[in-house]
């Protein structure tokens, strides 16, 4: 599973380990990715979201429907 949120498209991000000894090597900073079954009621059915914690907490406000909307309007597939 990529390490990528549904519905608003946060994915890692790379930067730098700099070690006491100003050492650099390369590592990368994955979102909180949760995946989370929402019924959907106009298809009667469940829905499998891989989400960020940021992107359920937008789900519990706008509500699984519009969210829905918003990840098809993206282009992605449920």
Known sequence: MSA?????????VFGNNI???HRRTRR??????QPRRYWLPSEG???RLTLSARAVKTVDKIGVEQAVA???ARGERI
């Open 19 to 21: 070690s006491h000894s």
């Open 4 to 12: 990528h949120c549904q519905l608003t498209g946060t994915k890692p």
């Open 28 to 33: 990368r900073w994955n979102p909180n990715i």
């Open 70 to 72: 918003r990840i098809r």
């Open 45 to 47: 059915r469940f829905v």
